[in-house]
């Protein structure tokens, strides 16, 4: 039992090795020109013993998402409790977000031909519905204060916000591989920063407090 508790934390450590290095290739040179050959010579392995941690680059990429998630919900899961106003909370929670955007934009790959929910995308799900609770109990108060409408539908506003993020990801991610002139210069920061502006204008009571 020792020895089995031993190797989890060996593969733990190696695994942690691997993530922070291929941050730090992806970063440099983007998620598509990233090649598993270069992460597995900065961490000092055989490719094939790379692929013994991680299945493909996606895995890796969505390991380091989760990672993220992770850390914005350390920074915000207290916010709930903090006396300030609906509004401040939001605007807080609008800079955390947009700022690790900035650090993590490389990361957001969502590929269109996934065809099942592998073991880490289940757990970024559910970092992301403990960031989503965090959100929806914003939006209550807000309700309370009448900064927001009284009528507001706070689960399916969530849906909303959630497929407004994922749909800019979802561009955002092709694209890096398909040409689109629909859009000279997808920013993704601008895309994010003015997709939470039109969900605050869509749910502000406009009607003054009642």
């Known amino acids: 039992m020792f020895c089995s508790k031993m190797k989890l934390k060996e593969i733990e450590m190696k695994k942690k090795v691997i993530l922070d290095e291929a941050k730090k290739i992806i970063n440099k040179v983007g998620f598509n020109n990233a090649k598993m050959i270069d992460i597995a010579k900065k961490v000092g392995f055989s490719k ?124 955002a991610s092709m694209r890096k591989n398909v040409k689109n002139d629909l859009i000279d210069k997808f920013e993704i920061e601008d895309m994010i920063e003015k997709a939470l502006d039109f969900f605050v204008m869509g749910i502000t009571n406009t009607n003054g407090a009642k």
């Open 48 to 171: 094939a013993s790379l692929y013994s941690y991680f299945k493909d680059k996606e895995e890796i990429a969505m390991n380091l998402f989760k990672e993220h998630l992770e850390k914005m919900y350390e920074k915000i899961k207290d916010l709930p409790e903090q006396e300030i106003t609906a509004l401040e909370k939001f605007e807080e929670i609008k800079k955390l977000q947009l700022g690790f955007i900035k650090d993590g934009k490389n990361l957001m790959i969502i590929k269109p031909d996934l065809k099942e929910l592998t073991k880490v995308h289940i757990e970024v799900f559910e970092v992301r519905n403990k960031l989503f609770n965090v959100v929806k109990k914003i939006l209550e108060q807000g309700k309370r204060e009448k900064v927001y409408n009284s009528d507001l539908d706070v689960d399916r506003s969530m849906i909303i916000l959630d497929s407004l993020m994922t749909g800019i990801i979802f561009n």
